[in-house]
């Protein structure tokens, strides 16, 4: 039996055309019923256009659209008949399996906050980005769910992170740093000082604090930071990648000889593009939640798309909101923990 | 008649060496007399050693040394006889003109906050780094100084910043940015919707919020935010250009067509590896102390030092302490925004 993964067709910069593009791309590369949650009319007619088959996907109509500018909580609260809205009802009520949207990331949040409700034991849900790394993948959370940390929220999001690593990526016992301004632990905030305090005598592969510069070297899995922190990050890292590559391309290109030299170059420097591309990682989970949503990029090309549908696919059959619960549970029940917790 | 401007040349992770080629490179470039403090020993033995001229230099023995590590408060308040207290006892005295330190930052943003005391109406220091970017240097205030900061923290940096470009970078009417989660006046936390409001209101080219992936742009001169959040963005840039541009080389590397490539492209490489180099910019200005104190980057080689004493030079005969309190103090007045902070 397939599994039915939803996808918001009205939502990100490049919608919907870019999102149906990416919803073919997935339905070929995985074996799932695929959703597409958008003005129906608009759907159907564009799909026709490019002779895809209608057979092929289930439609579902949400005539509503919730802008990336709006505010969240308002606008998942009047336009229930949004793609967001809808997408995650059809998700609660179990008649899809995951949900994925490149729209509004605040109402997509604030939506699978209110309707999945939070697994047990979690407090805040976090954002976990797939950052492309020199080596590997890392998982930065947060990323912009949550920009008013507690230690908890931070702590939580160090576990989530841990086990979605483990059980969805694969690798055992993975790496959890703290984003500090400093390795010592006495670094930062009062914030970030028990946090540290809590993850050192948690039973977590925890490295201690890690410096900003070190974000895309792929020494640590799990980067734990709060979402103002995390956003600031990820989007420096990506207008930086993307100013320097295209700055070192102009540099090459200033006289002839640089310009014969880029050529010769091409075809690795664009196989070094795609390494660095975020639409090859596409989604990041929304850690927290009692459902499988994955947000993707408000850039998203198809191929993000396709990637974001992916996320998804690597979550079913995982069980990942019991094992969250089940390990947030096991570890601030620890005395060690509750000791710093009730300090 | 000459300035004297004092270097701390036990500072920095490339003590006393890349300090005192900094000091050789900055005595050459500029007529200013040059003031070394340190182990004078150390300083003596290097001098000599390297057929420099022990006339060119005063020197001035701090036979303490404060580490890259040690905690700020505790470390100024102990080692009395370390190059950073003692440099700053200089410049309170006004026994020289200003001073250069690439040592532990921390205790350089202490001491002079205790010993030069705060410009009248400025409640934090700041530190105002000069950031490489595609279309010139953006002033990046704080990143580092204050992790905490309350509103009035903020509003002071975007007026010191103004007033800092406008004198010593030659800018009129620099424009100021908030770095910010969203470009919307709405993003982020209370304090930074009320920062928004208050730059509205006073009389600066405040440009709104600005997004992270701006930071590289140039678009905005004078980009303010917490010293947390300045640290990490910069850290990441940093970190990002770094990898970025060694990925890009290896993968030209990768075979012999783009190794010819590479080898053709070297010249241009190598002026566009200069102008991205934070080495030629050097020194961040502390700003809102009672004096021109340049913090320069741990990591400082000669380069680096011999252009955080060019910052020094900048900010000479430029009145620049007294142009930003007559400047707070005239915003702080007006009535719109005094309405803000009484909300």
């Known amino acids: 039996m397939s599994y039915k993964i939803a996808i918001d067709v009205s ?12 919803a073919v791309l997935a339905k070929k ?46 606008s998942v609260r009047k336009k229930k008949k949004s793609s967001i809205v809808v997408g995650m009802d059809l998700l609660k009520q179990k008649k899809v399996d995951a949900f994925v949207s490149c729209g509004n990331t605040g109402a997509v949040v604030c939506s699978a906050t209110i309707k999945l409700r939070l697994i047990e034991g979690v407090e805040r849900p976090g ?17 912009g769910a949550n920009i008013d940390c507690k230690p908890i929220h931070l702590f939580h999001y160090g576990i989530m992170a ?6 969805c990526l694969n690798k055992k016992n993975p790496s959890v740093g703290l984003l500090n301004i400093g390795e010592e632990a006495s670094k930062g905030l009062g914030v970030l000082k028990k946090v540290h305090k809590l993850f050192t005598v948690a039973p977590l592969n925890f490295i ?28 420096v890292a990506e207008g930086s990648a993307e100013i320097i590559a295209k700055s070192f391309i102009e540099a090459m290109k ?31 989970p929304l850690l927290g939640v009692d459902g499988i949503v994955i947000i993707g990029h408000g850039r998203s090309n198809s191929l993000a798309v396709k990637n974001a549908v992916k996320a998804a696919v690597r979550e079913l059959n995982r069980d990942l909101t019991k094992s969250i619960s089940r390990r947030i549970n096991d570890i ?12």
Chains 1, 2 share one sequence.
């Open 127 to 143: 954002i976990a980005l797939m950052l492309p790394t020199k080596r590997g993948v890392s998982l930065v959370i947060d990323v």
């Open 332 to 343: 601030c029940q620890d005395s060690g923990v509750r000791e710093i917790f009730t300090a």
């Open 162 to 167: 841990s086990v979605y690593y483990e059980l």
């Open 11 to 22: 939502g990100g910069d490049s919608a919907p055309a870019a999102i149906i593009e990416g």
């Open 208 to 235: 201690g604090n890690l410096e900003a510069k070190e974000l895309l070297s792929g020494n640590c899995d799990c980067i734990v930071c709060d979402g103002f922190v995390g956003n600031i990050a990820l989007k």
């Open 254 to 284: 200033k006289n002839f000889i640089g310009k014969v030299g880029l050529f010769l170059s091409k075809k690795n420097l664009l196989e070094f593009k795609r390494s660095i591309n975020y639409a090859e990682y596409g989604g990041a």
């Open 29 to 74: 590369e995985f074996n799932e019923d695929i959703v597409l949650i958008g003005i129906e009319n608009e759907i159907k007619s564009y799909l026709d256009k490019h002779n895809y088959s209608l057979n092929d996907f289930i439609i579902v109509d949400a005539p509503e659209k919730i802008e990336m500018d709006e505010s969240p909580l308002l």
